[in-house]
């Protein structure tokens, strides 16, 4: 990874960017970062419904909407009821727990290959760009 970044000036597409802030910063990345992610990690129709629930949560009343909303935490094991008050964070949590607590494992193994000279050459100022 740190000779893509170093050549090309790139990182792999296939990895959410909150999993790079959690591996070079070696902290959780921002709220807005974890649900920006989270909507590119799900599938279409999941996308609309935490899309419609995130812009104005008052349009996900429809029994179907709420019915699947609920089944998606219970899915991603955030076993709450959605909260008009608490929607974001509840996404963020969701965020947190697929995008950096369950790849830990494979962060850790990044972060013990990487080089820090790499990290602090190539790989900072493509995630800070």
Do not use: W
């Not at 029994?63 to 219970?74: N, P, S, W």
């Not at 830990?104 to 990487?114: K, M």
């Amino acid at each position: 990874m740190s000779h893509m970044a170093g050549l090309t000036y790139t990182l792999p597409c296939q990895i959410a960017r909150s999993t790079f802030i959690s591996l070079v910063f070696n902290e959780p990345p921002d709220e807005q970062c974890l649900l920006t992610d989270l909507l590119l990690f799900v599938t279409d129709a999941e996308h609309r419904i935490l899309k419609l629930a995130l812009s104005d949560y008052d349009q996900v009343t429809e029994k179907k909407h709420v019915g699947a909303l609920t089944d998606f935490f219970e899915h991603n094991e955030l076993h709450e009821m959605p909260k008009k008050a608490e929607i974001r964070q509840q996404l963020a949590t969701v965020a947190t727990n697929i995008l950096v607590t369950k790849p830990e494992p494979f962060i850790e193994l990044l972060r013990n290959g990487l080089p820090a000279l790499h990290v602090d050459t190539t790989v900072c100022p493509i995630i800070t760009a």
